[in-house]
């Protein structure tokens, strides 16, 4: 291996994978850094990957494994003590999610990386250091190495060493914890869309399929919830009647069993993206809430700018302030369907509303949740529910493109 090369990409997670296949796509020798021989083992991380993230993975080469994926139409919103039917945003032009294990979708992208002759994926490495200029110090079996490249890659994910080192500690926001269980079984239903139900005051459920026979369920629970004893009586009344009469039984088994896995979920401004040659994608960069799945999907879109751009610093002037608005839109989206703040029960309703009245407005959260561009058609309705959220026009007009705060105020 050269000392030199013309990316190296720290972290061989979706999005560290999407950018060594994007860079090379457009002509650059690539090194990819992992600590993981491979991907992690467990069974509760699970992936939805809205159609521009799966369609692009899906160009690559991605392997998906049969009887263990399903493709997803949309999403599904329910406000479930309202009582009414819940608004189904489909995504446009026949596109398609896919939906699978993290661990799957790991190696599977491992694997159609490593096939490629411009791409050397170095596993069981770990970066040390990497600077603005380039550089990076690894030590791998022992030994330290240091490589130089026009561009270096952060995506190593939420902890990333490498946005410390840039600009100090930013820490997350934790507005929930989540506990989620994977309901495995024969007679389960296949759920097409991405299910998110809510009730006040603050409680949540994702639900999605991940296979013909496994279904993943997501409790977004507010942070004052009790702790044990007291726990799995709270959970089973606030969580299982909002399931599908036909999951509350598995629920409430798995919830009997003991089998959730728990985890603080929080809320890091997508505001730092890189300086130098060094740049920064994916969770790297920042997190928003998981319970619209959105995660991985922006991540990919990050490694396709970043490719496109061709170096850091133009990617990093372009997205600071799109990638900062697009957390904001996200944030207010999440505190909507959790509702845990006064007052946005009555949003909530009225959102959902505009929702099931509005096919137009349908189309831009739809383009907005698949990762489409949005048009300046959408501007006019979008500006408006996005009023309603207490999202500011500028903030629109950063998401949406430098004419856009104008286009709204036509």
Do not use: N
């Amino acid at each position: 291996m050269s000392d030199s090369v013309d990316a190296i990409v720290v972290g061989a997670g979706p999005v560290g994978c999407a950018a060594a296949h994007a860079l090379a796509d457009r002509g650059a020798r690539v090194v990819v850094v992992e600590r993981m021989e491979r991907g992690p083992a467990s069974p509760f991380a699970v992936e939805w990957l809205h159609p521009t993230a799966a369609d692009v993975l899906l160009r690559w080469g991605l392997a998906l494994p049969e009887g263990g994926h399903v493709r997803g139409t949309g999403v599904s919103m329910h406000l479930a003590d309202e009582g009414h039917e819940p608004v189904v945003v489909p995504y446009r032009r026949g596109m398609r999610a896919v939906s699978m294990p993290h661990a799957e979708l790991v190696d599977a992208l491992r694997d159609s990386v490593v096939k490629r002759p411009e791409v050397e994926v170095l596993t069981c490495a770990r970066v040390t250091a990497a600077t603005p200029d380039g550089t990076v110090r690894l030590t791998r079996d022992g030994q330290e190495t240091r490589l130089r490249a026009d561009l270096v890659v952060a995506a190593d994910g939420r902890s990333s060493g490498i946005r410390r080192a840039l600009f100090g500690h930013t820490p997350q926001t934790v507005v929930s914890h989540s506990a989620g269980v994977v309901l495995e079984g024969p007679g389960l239903p296949v759920y097409e869309s991405f299910q998110v139900a809510s009730e006040v005051p603050g409680h949540g459920v994702a639900i999605y399929s991940i296979a013909p026979d496994a279904i993943r369920v997501v409790l977004d629970v507010p942070p004052t919830h009790p702790r044990p004893p007291a726990l799995h009586a709270y959970l089973h009344r606030h969580f299982v009647p909002l399931m599908p009469e036909v999951l509350r039984r598995p629920l409430a088994d798995a919830l009997a069993a003991g089998r959730l896995t728990w985890s603080a979920t929080g809320f890091r401004p997508r505001v730092h993206y890189g300086q130098g040659r060094l740049a920064l994608v994916g969770d790297a960069v920042g997190h928003i809430h998981p319970i619209l799945a959105a995660g991985t999907t922006l991540g990919i879109q990050d490694a396709l700018s970043l490719a496109a751009h061709g170096s850091a610093e133009a990617y990093a002037r372009e997205h600071s302030g799109a990638g900062a608005a697009t957390g904001r839109v996200a944030m207010a989206l999440y505190r909507l369907l959790s509702r845990q703040e006064p007052g946005t029960a009555q949003t909530a309703r009225m959102a959902v509303d505009q929702l099931r009245l509005s096919p137009a407005l349908r189309d831009a959260v739809g383009d907005l949740l698949t990762g489409d561009e949005p048009g300046a058609a959408h501007l006019p309705v979008v500006t408006a529910f996005s009023t309603m959220l207490g999202i500011p026009a500028q903030d629109i007009a950063a998401a949406y493109g430098p004419d856009a705060y104008l286009l709204s105020r036509r």
